[in-house]
C-alpha cells in the first residue's frame, strides 16, 4: 500500500478523498489531510492531521509513500522549503492533486484545468502526433473558440 499525505482541502481533495475510499482494493491509503483550518467534510475531518506549519513532524510520524498537493491557491500558502526538504532527503514524492486525480481515476478534472496545463497539453499532443501538424490546429480543437480568437 502506498501511503498517501494530503496537503490542502479542496473539492478537488474531497472527491479524490471519495474516489480512494470507493476503492477499497487500490494500492493507496490516505495517512491525513494537512490543512490550516479543519475541513468540515466527515470522511477528511476523520483523516485531518494538523496545520500545514506541522510539515515536517507530521511527515515523520505519517510516514507518507506521496504528497498530494491540493491548494486552490498556492501563493504564500505553499511549504516549498520543507516539501524539497521531504522529497530530497526523505524520497517522499510530491504531486499535484489534478495529476494524481487524473491518474488515479482516468478522468479528466476539468474543472481544475489551468491555463498553463492546458498549453503544456497542446505542446505534448503536438509532439506525440507529429512534429508536422501545425500547434493551432490541435489548439483550435482542444479550446472551444480558439479558431475565431486566431483569425
Not at 3 to 25: H, S, V, Y
Not at 89 to 103: L, P
Request: glycine letters at 4%; charged letters at 25%.
Amino acid at each position: 500500500m502506498e501511503r498517501i499525505l494530503i496537503l490542502g482541502m479542496t473539492p478537488l481533495a474531497e472527491q479524490l478523498l471519495r474516489e480512494i475510499a470507493a476503492r477499497p482494493a487500490c494500492r493507496y491509503v490516505v495517512v491525513g489531510v494537512l490543512d490550516d483550518v479543519a475541513p468540515a467534510d466527515h470522511c477528511a475531518n476523520r483523516l485531518f492531521a494538523g496545520e500545514l506549519s506541522r510539515l515536517q513532524p507530521l511527515v515523520d510520524e505519517l510516514k507518507p509513500d506521496r504528497i498530494v498537493v491540493a491548494f486552490a491557491e498556492r501563493r504564500g500558502r505553499m511549504p516549498l522549503r520543507a516539501l524539497a526538504d521531504t522529497y530530497i532527503s526523505r524520497g517522499v514524492i510530491v504531486e499535484d492533486v489534478t495529476e494524481f486525480y487524473e491518474r488515479f481515476t482516468g478522468k479528466l478534472a476539468i474543472e481544475w484545468l489551468t491555463p498553463m496545463r492546458v498549453i503544456a497539453s497542446i505542446v505534448a499532443i503536438s509532439c506525440q502526433l507529429d512534429a508536422h501538424v501545425p500547434v493551432r490546429s490541435i489548439a483550435a480543437e482542444l479550446v472551444p473558440g480558439f479558431a475565431e480568437e486566431a483569425a
